[in-house]
């Protein structure tokens, strides 16, 4: 087997619960409740009914849970549905610069955890190595470099976490490293020009099929030995292929960096920009707005037509006009500004066409150490406004606290779950990895329980 594949299924294998540091295990219960509550609030959403609805052709009395239900089905249905849920509102968590969004496989491997019967300590081992396995696939194989799709990370890093917790071989993990990483390549149209539903559902379809690449090696399937530095790099052509794990003394999971607000996480800080100046100015005041960023972020939210008139609301979430212009004009961050009505609305595409985003020199040296940003709003009588910052509340230099992460949760969750059923899932997530009965929490998350 070529290195990255057997690095990754060595490292995984070898790795137990009790190697796990106290603070990354409490940062993995984090993300649970994170992802959970992006995956609720999403429950109405047409992508996530649509999921739901496949899911749940297949009934499983020892299933998996579909999110947000009591309905029992095949893992890899459950691992693509509530993947979907938790990935569509774009609130969960990411490796920014084109790395995509670790969390994707959290979901996924709970499904598996619940339906084979494993204890939360080998589901919180699955999570921690399926964004060590993400992690470095990024840094090692640079996809959107070569305009293909990130879901490869997902479709590996899924597998990974399953085979973890399915109990796999080495042998069995390395084949299903490989079922999960040849047949998922995807170009990145999903992510370019006017964006549609699939923007948050093709990591899904990739988290899906990891969970189905595992379960394959685990009934005996093989894959093929070399699925990095022979059959991808064939494609993509050779890359400086990284150690793994990418860091010795540490891990991968308390990097992925969290996001405050609803949108494309180099939105993040525009958007506590427009905050800040908001209170400083009138808006009929307003000559010109120049925000200053880095080339990634021009590129992926600030450049393109479409960003200046979205007409959806995966288009909106990637606009860094549209969340400057929106957020300006209400004051506040909300996700009424991804209203469909919204996107046609006089005040805010007028607004909008006073936007510049532009390049700075010096913020493409810092990044992606940093994520630095600077707003500068120009009023009729020629004074300015500035605000400038270095990373969003999120990046992992400047971490969300517990507090604002239960806040977020509420305030996600708390779209469809009584206050009760939020303080049960919290209590319960918090010292989930000794709780023998811990797919309760699934139970505790059906909307309209109580």
Not at 93 to 107: A, Q, R, V
Not at 388 to 395: A, F, Q, T
Not at 406 to 415: E, V
Request: glycine residues 8%; hydrophobic residues 45%; aromatic residues 8%.
């Amino acid at each position: 087997m070529d290195h990255s594949t057997q690095s990754i299924a060595e490292f995984a294998t070898r790795l137990t619960f009790e190697d796990l540091p106290p603070e990354v295990v409490h940062d993995c219960k984090r993300r649970i409740i994170d992802t959970i509550g992006c995956a609720i609030a999403a429950f109405d959403a047409e992508p996530a009914r649509i999921a739901r609805a496949v899911a749940t052709r297949a009934s499983v009395a020892n299933g998996a849970a579909v999110i947000g239900t009591a309905h029992r089905t095949l893992p890899e249905l459950a691992a693509f549905a509530n993947a979907v849920a938790s990935r569509y509102i774009e609130g969960n968590d990411t490796y920014p610069g084109g790395g995509g969004h670790p969390s994707d496989c959290l979901l996924p491997i709970l499904a598996v955890a619940q339906a084979s019967g494993a204890n939360m300590k080998a589901a919180i081992t699955g999570i921690v190595l399926g964004y060590e396995a993400h992690r470095y696939l990024f840094r090692a194989f640079p996809m959107r470099k070569h305009a293909l799709d990130y879901v490869l990370y997902n479709a590996v890093s899924s597998a990974v976490g399953a085979s973890k917790v399915l109990g796999l071989s080495l042998e069995q993990t390395a084949h299903a490293i490989a079922l999960a990483a040849v047949p998922n390549l995807g170009t990145d149209i999903s992510r370019r020009g006017h964006l549609t539903m699939w923007k948050g559902c093709a990591a899904a379809n990739a988290a899906r099929n990891g969970v189905t690449a595992a379960i394959m090696a685990q009934a005996g399937m093989a894959g093929p030995p070399t699925p990095f530095e022979d059959g991808l790099t064939a494609v993509i052509g050779a890359e400086e292929i990284c150690p793994f794990p990418i860091d010795p003394l540490g891990f991968s999971l308390p990097k992925a960096d969290y996001k405050f607000f609803l949108s494309e996480f180099h939105a993040q800080g525009p958007a506590f920009l427009a905050l800040e100046l908001r209170p400083q100015i009138k808006l009929d005041d307003i000559e010109k707005i120049e925000v200053f960023t880095y080339h990634f972020a021009w590129f992926e939210i600030g450049s393109g037509e479409e960003k200046w008139k979205p007409a959806t609301r995966e288009t909106a979430d990637h606009s860094m006009p549209y969340v400057v212009g929106a957020v300006l004009i209400d004051g506040a961050y909300t996700d009424a500004i991804f209203e469909p009505a919204r996107f046609n609305d006089p005040r805010t595409l007028e607004l909008m066409k006073k936007i510049t985003i532009t390049e700075d020199a010096d913020f493409n040296r810092r990044y992606p150490g940093s994520l630095p940003c600077r707003m500068c709003i120009t009023l009729k009588n020629g004074e300015t406004r500035t605000a400038e910052l270095s990373n969003p509340i999120g990046h992992h230099d400047r971490p969300m606290s517990d507090a604002q992460l239960i806040d977020k949760f509420k305030g996600l969750a708390g779209r469809r779950l009584a206050p009760a059923q939020l303080q049960k899932v919290l209590d319960r997530a918090w010292k989930i990895e000794n709780d023998a009965q811990w797919t309760v929490l699934f139970d505790e998350v059906r909307v309209g329980a109580n």
